[in-house]
């Protein structure tokens, strides 16, 4: 496996022999450390010397269920530090089979020229976007299919990226070709777009998956991940109701995000519910599939493609985040207003947590509202008309808070938070908190930790484990749900790592990396200025007590600070 590196400056482009502090890591590990190496901590996020980075996990290339993930990564332009932001469908799976360890693009052009990169098994092709540019995700996937062939997997940017706005993310194909699996955190489709890359179209399939070692352990290794896996009970929940089935967990905790996280229950959550999802597609029929896979191999499929009445795909997914922050969080009850919403905010290559979360913040200032889904439809129009106000919200909760002089902005280091209302999950607050990537439940959900959730005490210690647990996982290219099996069977990431490479680790591997991929993350954002006053949750979240429970976050500070100690 191989470092492809791209410098758009003077268009060239070379191979190199992965360093030896590299060859240990994969996708969020992988990336940590080539910005600690190679980027300067303090630069400008949208500037030359930050650089975009593609890593495929330690994991990906063999179809393993839930483990061909892609992770993307550069100096954040929404929090100023570091971000990875991992996504399923098929680019990570076909840079590995052009044998590449990372991508990663430096510099930018001299021009004003939009570019294609087309990735082969000869090289990188410098192509011109040409008319692709300005047009709409789909509009844009569609038209790039055609040009490349319905093969090759596509990373590209909608508008939002190409306007620089700070929440855009980087959306990928899916296994069927359908541009939905997004980069979406971080703004790092902003950072696509000060390079001028539209799109990166990646056509591996001529090339093939990466060595196996042992072919017989790591076979063996992988049906007894795999028998874990499918046994595991949340995979049935997850398969039959998508990730929309921890709705009605969420608002029985207290912890939905309602109104601008003014409250934690909404009236109408079993509407929004995965069971009345699973039940409308069911009956809708046609193209609606309430259980589809996003990436090769998977066996969970938690993910769906949301139909209309007359089953007409309206959006493929629509996730429990989405439904969260642009459905109770502004107030909204119907499925299909938030399917619309969701189509709207994919096609302009947005972040649905931090667009909702902006909308929610426009809302409390009278620009849109509550549970009025024509207002936001409008809000997003202005996104495309790309408007003084739509540049805003395209930027995010945070920048759209202080503008509008809203204070409950639910955000921390400058990424909104999802779906979780951490006075009521305060595991998943300390997360939010502490964690290096700003406010992600990805990178340590506590929600099904067995303790009080509203209890301030012993939460430093369960998020400290989930972000560990997940920054290990996000190294190995494994979805969150692949940790169901991986924690009923923990000795077969030993097992398939050793086979993979030839390695000998042990079982505590999980763990190592996790804690490797922190350190690294960490000391990044401290050369770039962060302290401990960074991981502080909003302090109206502090004050503010939630409904129904009338809690608010009161985990000790001096507890979280020491929170990666040791």
């Known amino acids: 496996m191989e470092v492809w590196r791209i410098n758009l400056h003077e268009r060239s482009f070379s191979r190199e022999a992965t360093p030896a502090a590299w060859q240990r890591l994969g996708g969020?590990?992988?990336?940590?450390?080539?910005?600690?190496?190679?980027?300067?901590?303090?630069?400008?996020?949208?500037?030359?010397?930050?650089?975009?980075?593609?890593?495929?996990?330690?994991?990906?290339?063999h179809k393993l269920s839930s483990c061909d993930r892609i992770s993307a990564g550069a100096k954040s332009p929404l929090t100023g530090g570091v971000k990875e932001s991992n996504a399923g469908g098929s680019t990570g799976l076909q840079l590995t089979y052009l044998g590449i360890k990372a991508l990663i693009i430096?510099?930018?052009?001299?021009?004003?020229?939009?570019?294609?990169?087309?990735?082969?098994?000869?090289?990188?092709?410098?192509?011109?976007?040409?008319?692709?540019?300005?047009?709409?995700?789909?509009?844009?996937?569609?038209?790039?299919?055609?040009?490349?062939?319905?093969?090759?997997?596509?990373?590209?940017i909608g508008p939002a990226g190409e306007m620089r706005l700070t929440a855009a993310g980087i959306v990928n194909l899916d296994k069927d070709g359908v541009p939905s699996r997004i980069n979406a955190r971080g703004g790092l489709g902003a950072v696509m777009g000060s390079k001028r890359i539209k799109a990166?179209?990646?056509?591996?399939?001529?090339?093939?998956?990466?060595?196996?070692?042992?072919?017989?352990?790591?076979?063996?290794?992988?049906?007894?991940?795999?028998?874990?896996?499918?046994?595991?009970?949340?995979?049935?929940?997850?398969?039959?109701?998508?990730t929309a089935g921890i709705v009605h967990m969420c608002n029985l905790f207290g912890a939905l995000p309602t109104r601008n996280f003014s409250q934690g229950q909404f009236e109408l959550a079993e509407q929004i519910s995965g069971e009345n999802l699973r039940s409308i597609l069911l009956e809708r029929g046609g193209k609606?599939?309430?259980?589809?896979?996003?990436?090769?191999?998977?066996?969970?499929?938690?993910?769906?493609?949301?139909?209309?009445?007359n089953g007409e795909v309206i959006v493929s997914p629509i996730e429990y985040e989405t439904i969260g922050l642009m459905g109770s969080n502004l107030g909204i009850g119907s499925l299909d207003e938030i399917a619309r919403l969701n189509y709207k905010v994919n096609d302009l290559g947005l972040d649905s947590i931090d667009t909702g979360a902006a909308l929610g913040v426009a809302a409390e200032a009278g620009l849109m509202k509550f549970g009025d889904a024509q207002s936001a439809h409008r809000l997003l129009e202005e996104v495309e008309k790309a408007?003084?106000?739509?540049?805003?919200?395209?930027?995010?909760?945070?920048v759209t808070g202080k503008v509008l002089g809203v204070r409950r902005v639910p955000a921390v280091k400058?990424?909104?938070?999802?779906?979780?209302?951490?006075?009521?999950?305060?595991?998943?607050?300390?997360?939010?908190?502490?964690?290096?990537?700003?406010?992600?439940?990805?990178?340590?959900?506590?929600?099904r930790a067995k303790i009080n959730h509203l209890d301030p005490q012993g939460q430093v210690e369960v998020s400290r484990t989930a972000q560990i647990n997940m920054a290990g996982y996000d190294t190995l290219g494994a979805c969150i749900f692949a940790g169901f099996g991986f924690a009923a069977a923990p000795h077969t990431i030993r097992d398939l790592l050793n086979a993979r490479y030839g390695w000998n680790v042990?079982?505590?591997?999980?763990?190592?990396l996790g804690k490797e991929t922190l350190q690294l993350e960490r000391e990044f954002n401290r050369r770039a200025g962060f302290t401990s006053a960074h991981d502080r949750l909003p302090e109206w979240m502090c004050e503010e007590a939630l409904p129904p429970n009338r809690c608010v976050f009161d985990v000790d500070e001096r507890e979280m600070d020491g929170l990666f100690d040791g």
């Open 28 to 61: 969020r590990g992988l990336l940590a450390r080539i910005l600690l190496d190679e980027v300067p901590p303090t630069c400008d996020p949208l500037g030359s010397r930050n650089k975009l980075i593609f890593a495929p996990g330690l994991l990906v290339g």
């Open 106 to 156: 430096e510099g930018q052009p001299s021009g004003e020229d939009w570019l294609i990169l087309r990735l082969d098994s000869q090289g990188v092709h410098f192509e011109p976007a040409g008319d692709v540019v300005g047009k709409g995700i789909y509009a844009s996937a569609e038209e790039l299919r055609r040009r490349y062939g319905t093969r090759a997997a596509i990373a590209l």
């Open 200 to 242: 990166i179209v990646i056509d591996g399939l001529q090339g093939k998956a990466p060595p196996i070692q042992d072919e017989k352990a790591f076979r063996a290794a992988q049906r007894e991940f795999t028998k874990a896996l499918m046994a595991h009970p949340q995979t049935a929940t997850y398969r039959d109701f998508s």
């Open 288 to 309: 609606a599939d309430p259980s589809h896979a996003c990436m090769v191999g998977c066996g969970i499929r938690c993910s769906n493609v949301y139909a209309d009445q």
């Open 387 to 398: 408007t003084p106000l739509g540049r805003l919200l395209g930027c995010g909760a945070a």
């Open 414 to 447: 400058g990424q909104a938070i999802s779906a979780y209302d951490p006075r009521a999950i305060k595991g998943t607050g300390v997360t939010y908190a502490t964690s290096p990537q700003g406010a992600d439940h990805t990178a340590g959900l506590t929600i």
């Open 506 to 512: 042990d079982e505590t591997i999980l763990q190592q």
